[in-house]
């Protein structure tokens, strides 16, 4: 079965400094990895997935199938960055997702 | 582009009674919909995969006498959850997604449920 985890429920770093979430995930077949971003009082919306490669808000992510990771890293985190984080993975044909934990970021001034 | 709605936002209701909640896609045909529920702090989980003019399939542990899914038209999925009870209180998340598959999912602002 496919699995997602997000070790990390909570990451408080200062403005400026380097951001990393983890994700590792546990599937079988072949993985479409996403990020999610939930701001405060909003709804989930799409970061970025792997296959597009691009980079969004200074947020990039690279899927490392070796270690069956997806990892979301920012050079330098802004307060307007805090908001919880969703990794994911699209299975079934592209036709669900599972979700990971979520992750908690704080960006302190 | 790309919006989804919920309705209502939020909703309480008695123990026993059934509560529908409606997701729609209002600038886009959805030929999928999905349901979500989400446990304070938790993640979401996925209940079922809704397909425009056929029947909802759903996960494993969900209940489909219990939550009631209709996909009528390409831009309205209803969830209707029957004889509520205090434990089925809970955030409800839609989502909807162009085409068939690998396409993203956009997503509903939730529906937060209340059963006293």
């Known amino acids: 079965a496919q699995r997602v985890t997000q070790p990390e429920k909570l990451l408080s770093v200062f403005k400026g400094a380097p951001v990393e979430l983890k994700c590792n995930y546990s599937?079988?077949?072949?993985?479409?990895l996403f990020w999610y971003v939930q701001y405060s009082r909003q709804r989930l919306q799409l970061l970025l997935r792997h296959i597009s490669r691009e980079s969004i808000k200074g947020f990039t992510a690279d899927l490392n199938k070796g270690e069956t990771s997806f990892h979301l890293k920012k050079p330098f985190a802004q307060e307007e960055d805090s908001a919880m984080y969703y990794c994911a993975l699209s299975w079934a044909a592209g036709n669900k997702l599972t979700f990971g934990g979520g992750t908690r970021v704080l960006v302190k001034p | 582009g790309a919006v989804v709605s919920q309705h209502p936002s939020r909703v309480i209701c008695k123990s026993g009674t059934s509560v529908k909640i409606e997701c729609r896609s209002l600038d886009f045909q959805a030929t999928t919909m999905f349901w979500y529920r989400q446990f304070p702090k938790k993640s979401l989980m996925l209940m079922a995969t809704s397909n425009e003019g056929s029947k909802a399939t759903y996960e494993q542990g969900v209940e489909k006498d219990k939550f009631l899914i209709n996909h009528a038209s390409l831009t309205l999925s209803t969830l209707t959850v029957t004889s509520a009870h205090p434990e089925d209180s809970s955030f409800y998340i839609c989502?909807?997604?162009?085409?068939?598959?690998?396409?993203?999912?956009?997503f509903g602002p939730g529906t937060r449920l209340l059963v006293l």
């Open positions: 599937y079988s077949g072949s993985p479409e």
């Open positions: 989502s909807a997604r162009h085409g068939t598959g690998g396409e993203t999912q956009y």
